[in-house]
């Protein structure tokens, strides 16, 4: 079974199509049989996404450093809590659990963690899927960003096309885990 590593912010953000998006994709990736793999916080969108597998009948991990217990509010409902020393060992702990990378709407912790991912792709420290879910256009402008950072010369365009992009959780789904590329 895959396991989907989403990054997403522990925040809602001010629309609530964003929560929406969150629930959705939860929903989805335990209806296809998958784990989901995130940052274990019960607020915010990390809460929403980690409440709607859990409710699909999901196996949810949770990876939390030790120093956010209180202030991200570790969820104590999850499949498995894997608390770790600092944020380094979270991301590593996230990384080697997935078998692919979803970034959804989040702050500037979430587009560390993105850009990480697909940047371990890049330099071959992974052959691990990485992709975006651009929910009501969030991350059009980055991905506008990016398309210039191709023609200016500062990213190759194979590179670039590696990110994967949808709208929706199953598109972006199909796409980052395809049928014949699923483990099992």
Known sequence: ??????????????????????????????ERGWGLVYGGARGGLMGAVADAALAAGGRVIGVIPHHLVDREMAHEGLSELIRVDDMHERKAAMAAQADGFVAL?????????????????????????????????FYRPLLHFLDHAVDCGFLNAETRA????????????????????RLS
Not at 8 to 26: N, Q, V, Y
Request: net charge negative.
């Open 105 to 137: 709407p989040g702050g500037i912790g979430t587009l560390e963690e993105l850009f990480e991912a697909w940047t371990w792709q890049y330099l071959g420290l992974h052959d691990k899927p990485v992709g975006v879910l651009d929910v009501d256009g």
């Open 162 to 181: 590696r990110l994967v992009a949808a709208e929706t959780p199953p598109a972006l789904l199909d796409r980052l885990l395809p049928a014949d590329a």
């Open 1 to 30: 079974m895959p396991n989907v590593c989403v990054y997403l912010g522990s925040r809602e953000g001010k629309a609530p199509h964003f929560r929406d998006a969150a629930i959705a994709l939860g929903r989805a990736i335990a």
